[in-house]
């Protein structure tokens, strides 16, 4: 099974760009079995998909934040990558980075450890 | 958005309890709902997947029904391993939706 494991920066300043990075090792993201998601989570809140990518580039996004979100793979580094613009102290979260499989219905498995993302200047 | 409301949002359990929590979706999401355990500082984990079939590796106290607008997860007797926050998700439309959590604690 694949593993996924986010990296970037912890501290972002308010209406700048968060940044995050999801490598997933021990399968392809190119192989077409997976979407591949971002979630958070707002400390002792509950969980907000964020959107997802598929290998091929395609995406779909939460209608709440599309005009801000943006999610893209890079099969060269069997990785993919969430830019969230103009962020404010409602951006501040744990951030998961999430397979599901790539049928209708499918379901979040496996994730990764979560990365904690703080909006404050 | 399809919005899905789990109750109670907390309970208190002993050891040995069976459990049981409900979700409800605001439309029919046919059997395409999920359920993941959560315990603190850690990433959820699927436990049920498509309303009723047991991810590998999950124990078998674990059980998971209902079709249509209404579905249940049920902990056949509690062990103290399973005190954690419990999230329903359904996977029929996007964006995909979650529902607020339960907290399962230690009476």
């Known amino acids: 099974q694949v593993q996924l494991q986010e990296s970037g920066p912890g501290l972002v300043k308010p209406s700048q760009t968060l940044s995050l990075t999801c490598t997933v090792s021990g399968g392809s993201i190119s192989s077409g079995t997976y979407y591949w998601n971002w979630i958070r989570q707002p400390a002792g809140k509950g969980l907000e998909w964020v959107g997802h990518?598929?290998?091929?580039?395609?995406?779909d996004y939460n209608p709440s934040l599309k005009s801000r979100v943006a999610i893209s793979v890079d099969t060269s580094k069997n990785q993919f990558s969430l830019e969230m613009k103009s962020v404010t102290a409602a951006d501040t979260a744990v951030y998961y980075c999430?397979?599901?499989?790539?049928?209708?219905?499918?379901?979040?498995?496996?994730w990764g450890q979560g990365t904690p993302v703080t909006v404050s200047s | 958005d399809i919005q899905m409301t789990q109750s109670p949002s907390s309970l208190s359990a002993s050891v040995g309890d069976r459990v049981t929590i409900t979700c409800r979706a605001s439309?029919?999401?046919?059997?395409?709902l999920n359920w993941y355990q959560q315990k603190p500082g850690k990433a959820p984990n699927l436990l049920i997947y498509?309303?009723?079939s047991l991810q590998g590796g999950v124990p078998a106290r674990f059980s998971g029904s209902g079709f249509g607008t209404d579905f249940t997860l049920t902990i056949s007797s509690l062990e103290p391993e399973d005190f954690a926050t419990y999230y329903c998700?359904?996977?029929?439309?996007?964006?995909?939706?979650f529902g607020g959590g339960t907290k399962v604690d230690i009476k």
């Open positions: 998700q359904q996977s029929y439309r996007t964006p995909l939706t």
């Open positions: 439309q029919s999401i046919s059997s395409y």
């Open positions: 498509a309303a009723s």
């Open positions: 990518v598929y290998a091929s580039g395609s995406t």
């Open positions: 999430v397979a599901s499989g790539s049928f209708y219905g499918n379901w979040f498995d496996p």
